[in-house]
């Protein structure tokens, strides 16, 4: 991969898109929670979503030991007589790309190969990452930006996504005995394999345990002060009430246009 674009790289633009938007003011729990979304958003857009594009436009139609002349290609990474886009000539995935992005997946699929083909359930799983999570985390960043009251809704939203995408992406291997996944290495089980993937549990949790104890704070602050809350609004709706009262009277007693002049000629 170009040195240009890395993890650090995007970690970086999403710190100083933080310093860039965020107001100077903001904490530093806000500033963490943004760069961290800002971060995820382009995770998604451009590394996963480059996942993507190899999966639907990078393709071999001559494999050397899968082709035979006489039959369809067969695909490495579904069952039988299925085939990806319904292409029985192809075979889809970064292992046939001749992009920097493919050579960044085919490095990952030594950890786990299914990311070097067109695994179905990756590829689901990535369509709604890339789609959905992607832009929600970017409205998160515009939420944290403009202090919205609803922020805390979007990120249990999206915490609560990330972390079934993460189940649904190993949960099919660990229950087929993980063939797809090699752990013989300490690179690829370490760093490719957990590192990189758990990052999307811990921070997920991290998110979900403080909208917990915010929401259910701010709960237990309404059911204590119900009372002086309940009068407090009762008082706000009587004061309405008696300046609406007060401008209609005003309106009311006020002379109509050309009235004040009617009378003064009849004298």
């Known amino acids: 991969?170009?040195?240009?674009?890395?993890?650090?790289?995007?970690?970086?633009a999403a710190y100083f898109a933080s310093?860039?938007?965020?107001?100077?003011?903001?904490?530093?729990?806000?500033?963490?929670?943004?760069?961290w979304h800002a971060f995820d958003a382009l995770i998604h857009f451009i590394l996963e979503g480059s996942y993507l594009w190899n999966c639907f436009f990078s393709y071999t139609t001559n494999n050397s030991g899968l082709w035979k002349s006489n039959e369809a290609l067969a695909f490495p990474y579904l069952?039988?007589?299925?085939?990806?886009?319904?292409?029985?000539?192809?075979?889809?995935?970064?292992?046939?790309?001749?992009?920097?992005?493919?050579a960044l997946w085919r490095e990952y699929a030594k950890a786990d190969r299914r990311w070097g083909g067109g695994d179905l359930t990756v590829i689901s799983l990535e369509l709604l990452?890339?789609?959905?999570?992607?832009?929600?985390?970017?409205?998160?960043?515009?939420?944290?930006?403009?202090?919205?009251?609803?922020?805390?809704?979007w990120m249990v939203v999206l915490a609560t996504g990330e972390l079934y995408g993460g189940f649904m992406t190993f949960a099919p291997e660990w229950l087929s005995g993980s063939p797809n996944l090699d752990t013989s290495n300490v690179m690829y089980t370490w760093v490719y394999l957990f590192f990189s993937n758990t990052l999307w549990v811990w921070i997920p949790l991290w998110i979900l345990w403080e909208a917990y104890t915010r929401i259910s704070g701010?709960?237990?602050?309404?059911?204590?002060?119900?009372?002086?809350?309940?009068?407090?609004?009762?008082?706000?709706?009587?004061g309405s009430k008696t300046v609406t009262s007060g401008s209609t009277a005003s309106v009311a007693a006020s002379p109509k246009?050309?009235?004040?002049?009617?009378k003064k000629k009849n004298r």
């Open 1 to 12: 991969m170009p040195q240009i674009i890395s993890t650090t790289t995007i970690l970086a």
């Open 19 to 35: 310093l860039a938007l965020l107001p100077k003011a903001a904490s530093t729990k806000i500033r963490v929670l943004f760069v």
């Open 79 to 102: 069952p039988p007589s299925v085939y990806f886009l319904g292409h029985q000539d192809r075979l889809y995935g970064a292992e046939y790309g001749t992009s920097p992005f493919s």
């Open 129 to 153: 990452t890339v789609f959905g999570a992607g832009p929600i985390a970017v409205w998160i960043c515009y939420c944290l930006r403009r202090q919205r009251a609803d922020t805390w809704f």
């Open 218 to 238: 701010n709960a237990r602050f309404i059911q204590r002060n119900a009372a002086a809350l309940h009068d407090l609004d009762a008082g706000q709706r009587v």
């Open 257 to 262: 246009p050309g009235q004040g002049g009617q």
